[in-house]
């Protein structure tokens, strides 16, 4: 009766029933991955052939191919001198950003993973808690404080203020990456006559090129699509950014929706073509991130 009562063991199903579930998943997975591509591809491709239309065009044939195909509306803005400073200032902005946030957040996260000192970790919390602060809460000090230091109307009246607010996301992912490298090799280094910032400089920023790579990527594209602090610091035109010359132009061409469409996609092309470039370093740099115990 003993063994009569003892349960078999449950079957593991087989192969050809553990077929229609993978294939069910794949099916979802794809599935999945179409719809959230064309919610991102048909808006982008409307706005495309909606450039090449004209206005009336576009109100009879919203949703058909240009009849005729009309490019004045991209050569026009493509000779204009207003869009290409618009564009310089916004890589000039992004550039001198990137720069200052890599730069000072390297230095200080080498600090906090590679030396023992009292507080370092009150520090770092207190780093780590501006990713708590939102830009909208500064608005009216930053103000204020940037017209005591002259800076209204200033490049650097963006560029500042869009490095502090890199910091604490830039340090953390840097901190999190440097502790990863051995102290065995800094011993070494040291044995060799390496300083501690010889062991910055020439070992550990080359080893964590990836990392570097990403939070570089990250700052750029954050300063480029950067709108509110543009709009709030730099008021002449010839510093304005392309985020702020977008909503210029299309209160000023309000009525004109195709030429307004073909503005934003040429708006859209230098981000998107930049992206292109970093998206291998981005992935990679995030991976090894992950990956290093």
């Not at 794809?30 to 090449?52: C, E, K, N, Q, R």
């Not at 204009?80 to 390297?106: E, H, K, M, P, Y």
């Not at 930053?142 to 490095?163: E, K, S, W």
């Amino acid at each position: 009766m003993s063994t009569a009562a003892q349960s078999t063991p449950a079957r593991e199903p087989s192969a050809p029933s553990r077929r229609p579930r993978r294939w069910a998943g794949s099916l979802a997975r794809h599935l999945t991955v179409w719809v959230i591509g064309a919610f991102i591809v048909v808006p982008l491709g409307y706005a495309v052939l909606s450039g090449f239309k004209s206005t009336g065009d576009l109100s009879r044939n919203p949703f058909g191919l240009p009849s005729p195909w009309r490019g004045s509306n991209y050569t026009g803005i493509l000779t204009s001198d207003v869009f290409w400073r618009q564009i310089a200032n916004s890589a000039g902005i992004a550039i001198a950003t990137t720069v200052l946030t890599v730069g000072v957040s390297a230095m200080a996260a080498f600090a906090f993973a590679r030396y023992a000192f009292r507080g370092r970790e009150m520090f770092f919390t207190l780093f780590a808690m501006g990713l708590m602060f939102p830009f909208a809460v500064a608005v009216l000090p930053l103000f204020v404080l940037l017209r005591a230091f002259g800076l209204l109307d200033n490049p650097l009246g963006v560029v500042l203020p869009q490095a502090a607010f890199g910091l604490p996301m830039t340090i953390i992912i840097l901190r999190g990456f440097f502790r990863t490298i051995p102290a065995e090799l800094e011993e070494a280094a040291t044995m060799d006559g390496c300083g501690r910032f010889g062991f910055f400089w020439r070992i550990l920023l080359p080893m964590a090129r990836p990392a570097l790579g990403t939070v570089a990527v990250l700052a750029t594209v954050t300063s480029w699509n950067n709108f509110f602090l543009p709009l709030l610091v730099l008021s002449q035109p010839r510093w304005q950014t392309i985020p702020v010359g977008v909503q210029q132009f299309q209160g000023q061409y309000a009525t004109d929706y195709a030429l307004v469409l073909a503005y934003i996609v040429l708006a859209m092309v230098p981000a998107l073509a930049f992206y292109a470039v970093a998206e291998r370093q981005l992935i990679s740099g995030l991976t090894a991130g992950a990956t290093k115990g």
